[in-house]
């Protein structure tokens, strides 16, 4: 059974918490409408793949690859996402919260109707064309840059459009 066989077997057993997916190739995935809560994706190559309408609850992203990756109504509380690449993700009525953000890169990103709230996103980058998001309640400091536009570095508990 492949990597990927196993982890679709692991959701719709219903056995996400405590999964460990650490270090494996995941690119290109599919996850629609499906609980991945409590899996441990760090350091995992999750590029181009596609979160629609996932539970991201409780899960480990740390050093993870999520370099094109979609997230499109995904929901996800006490996320941990240290060390990230989200370069050229996008985000589209997603919602994070009581999550860590910590040094995660967020470059050339599309964000709209996007939420982060109660989360440290210390020393966390944020650029894009499209800044639709709400950083309710955050604490740290981040660069956040909206691409041609005025730059918000440090801007917490502001929404930015």
Known sequence: MTTKEKLLKTITDGKTLGADFRY???SGMNFEDC?????DFRGANLSNCTFRKCNLSLCLFDGANLEGATFAKVRGENVQIREANFTGASFEDTYFCYSEFHRSKFA???FLRTGIE???ISGASFSAERMGIDFRECNGYATIKTLGKKDHSGT???TIL
């Open 24 to 26: 494996r190739d995941l």
């Open 35 to 39: 609980s991945l809560k409590g899996i």
């Open 108 to 110: 050339g990103c599309y």
């Open 118 to 120: 109660e989360s440290d």
């Open 156 to 158: 917490i508990g502001t």
